[in-house]
């Protein structure tokens, strides 16, 4: 039988959060030769499908809007996420055979708060190199929420 998962927040009250536990627990008593581990875990707070969205509509800002900068060349959006996340991001390094290999963190791997922090370093990024970026405050509020 497959692990099952019980996403709760707080807005579950106690009975709700009983209903769903038992109906968990109850799946896996039936099948009496499986064992049970239970786990308690605060859950991550991952950024939104949203702010995914936000995100990537500034690199698309940015590639149309930066050819001034630097030898004046036009970049895809896919390039400047990656100089963005390599100016900006944790780096893993390890050496392999005597080389050194370098592992970005993924932007789908942020939390809330290293989104809304990757978002302005973005923005700050984008005002020292006078990249105009058009976002709207209520965008703003919503990709640097933590």
């Known amino acids: 039988m497959k692990a099952h998962t019980l996403q709760l927040t707080n807005f579950n009250d106690i009975e709700n959060i ?7 627990l109850n799946t896996f008593v039936k099948n009496k030769k499986q064992k049970i581990e239970v786990t308690f875990a605060n859950a991550k707070s991952q950024r939104s499908l949203k702010q995914n969205s936000l995100i990537h509509g500034l690199f698309n800002q940015i590639s149309v809007n930066s050819t001034h900068v630097g030898n004046g060349e036009y970049y ?22 005597g080389s050194e ?3 970005m963190k993924s932007t789908a791997k942020l939390n809330r708060k290293e989104c809304a922090e990757f978002t302005n370093h973005i923005l700050r990024f984008c005002a020292e190199n ?11 509020d919503f990709l640097t929420r933590i």
């Open 101 to 103: 290999v370098v592992e």
């Open 130 to 140: 006078e990249i105009e970026i058009m976002i709207t405050t209520d965008d703003y």
């Open 76 to 97: 895809s959006p896919k390039i400047w996420k990656e100089y963005l996340k390599d100016q900006y991001l944790p780096k893993n390094k390890t050496i392999v055979l």
């Open 18 to 24: 009983r209903k769903k536990a038992t109906q968990v």
